[in-house]
């Protein structure tokens, strides 16, 4: 045997740390629920998922016993530990055993109806029976088919495509992971599609694309600002490059900015042009828009690193930021001169963000890096593919992909605003997640990775090595 095909061995308490993932995936478990069974504490437990502890013969055991298998079986690796797990172990009341991500048979699709043209749309509900309809025109574009509901809860979509794929890479999680990326596209969309199952609004997946938001070019962009932030506050580097000021600064990381970011306002419909200075609180899209003068330099503004004067494109949360920031005297108001708008919801991706969050938090809990990894891919790609994306044939929705951009850049900005009226000093702002201050941030922001915390990256002192 070559020393290459050793080093690709798994060990004994590799495989069995494997398992005892595989088989919490397909019981539904968590690590509080079996550390209590086999008589640890959870943080003793993921200590030893994690590999800072080993498990022991007696752990073995217990295991074996709580799963209901021989202790032999359990050790032989979660293709064959899950093919032996009992039928009674496995939830048995809204839950997929195979696959449940895979598309479901081919069947007729439904009669189309019109697409919605205006501020709502009403739920969908079942077509009668029509005559055979004429031929679609070559550049229509596909419809989605009937939804089909969802077999059990939506996190359970997740988790268990997580346990077929471990099962399939015969407990190879690196193998496992690589295939759970790859599928994330697809997974993410029967996902989407799995959450709008009785939803009130019945969506527009390929609307006729705005002007605006055409492309210039074929591999260039359009004229829509997302509002990316690359902020200093100018005043304290110059004052510590002069060695004026010396300040502590941690630089914070916001988690899962884009996963946050699906929870806004999106339009429902084919966006509608309109003229005038009204915006509709009931409406979403992009705006063109004098955005005012911003009178706060110690803060920076919703707008990003833009610095040119004039009217732009910008899209609904960073409109809506600017209108509160000037209700708060941080700059003038911003004047709207023309936009691009549909009916909007803020809980059209609610549920689908909320089945990502459950399965993420539980995966952290788990130290479940498999499936951390996996829901990472399923959002960033949702968000990075639903424009004009060859990888997603599903929805182009050029809209929806720049005003859930905008919306993680303004939830930072929402930070930097808080961070400032608690007293701190906001130092630095940039990219979707980056937020630097001075002070006592402890007492503003809660500390980790869940989705409402923060963590912190570096810590560094201005004015001390610049």
Not at 35 to 46: K, N, V
Not at 403 to 419: D, E, M, T
């Amino acid at each position: 045997m070559t020393s290459a095909r050793v080093a690709h061995m798994m060990s004994t308490e590799e495989t069995l740390r494997l398992t005892v993932a595989a088989l919490m995936q397909l019981t539904r478990e968590r690590q509080p629920d079996v550390a209590a069974a086999i008589g640890l504490t959870q943080p003793q437990l993921s200590r030893r998922q994690s590999g800072k502890a080993s498990w022991t013969l007696t752990d073995c055991d217990r295991l074996a016993a709580h799963w209901g298998l021989p202790t032999l079986d359990l050790l032989a690796g979660p293709t064959h530990a899950a093919g032996c797990l009992p039928a009674a172990r496995r939830p048995t009341v809204g839950t997929q055993t195979t696959m449940p991500l895979a598309p479901p048979p081919p069947a007729p699709p439904a009669p189309r109806r019109a697409a919605p043209a205006a501020t709502t749309a009403p739920a969908e509900t079942t077509p009668a029976p029509a005559p055979a309809p004429a031929a679609a025109a070559p550049s229509s574009p596909p419809r989605t088919p009937r939804r089909a509901a969802p077999a059990g809860p939506l996190p359970d979509l997740i988790r268990d495509r997580v346990a077929a794929a471990l099962t399939e890479a015969g407990g190879d999680a690196d193998a496992a992971q690589a295939a759970l990326i790859k599928s994330a596209v697809p997974d993410v969309m029967r996902l989407f599609s799995a959450s709008r199952v009785g939803g009130r609004y019945e969506h527009s997946e390929f609307p006729a694309t705005a002007d605006i938001l055409q492309k210039r070019r074929q591999k260039g962009s359009d004229a829509i600002w997302e509002g990316r932030p690359k902020w200093r506050a100018a005043d304290l580097h110059r004052a510590a490059r002069a060695g004026h000021i010396t300040m502590d600064v941690t630089a914070l990381d916001m988690n899962a900015a884009y996963l946050a970011a699906l929870k806004t306002w999106l339009p429902i419909g084919k966006l509608v042009h309109s003229e005038g200075d009204h915006h509709d609180p009931k409406r979403s899209g992009v705006h063109l828009v004098d955005p005012g003068e911003w009178t706060t330099p110690d803060l920076p503004s919703p707008l990003g690193s833009r610095q040119e004067p004039g009217p732009l494109w910008i899209t609904e949360p960073t409109l809506r930021a600017l209108i509160r920031c000037a209700k708060m005297d941080l700059c003038t108001p911003p004047k709207i001169m023309e936009s691009w708008t549909s009916g909007a919801s803020e809980g059209l991706l609610e549920k689908m963000r909320r089945a990502l969050v459950t399965v993420r938090d539980e995966a952290i809990a788990n130290n479940d890096e498999v499936t951390t990894e996996y829901v990472k891919s399923m959002y960033s790609k949702f968000v990075s593919t639903i424009g004009e994306s060859a990888a997603n044939r599903d929805i182009r929705r050029p809209d929806w992909m720049h005003i859930i951009r905008s919306q993680a850049f303004v939830n930072l900005w929402l930070k930097a605003h808080k961070a400032h009226e608690a007293g701190l000093t906001v130092v630095q702002m940039s990219g979707t997640d980056e937020l630097h201050v001075s002070g006592n941030w402890q007492a503003v922001f809660p500390e980790g990775r869940g989705l409402s915390q923060v963590k912190a990256k570096n810590i560094y002192t201005l004015g001390g090595n610049e």
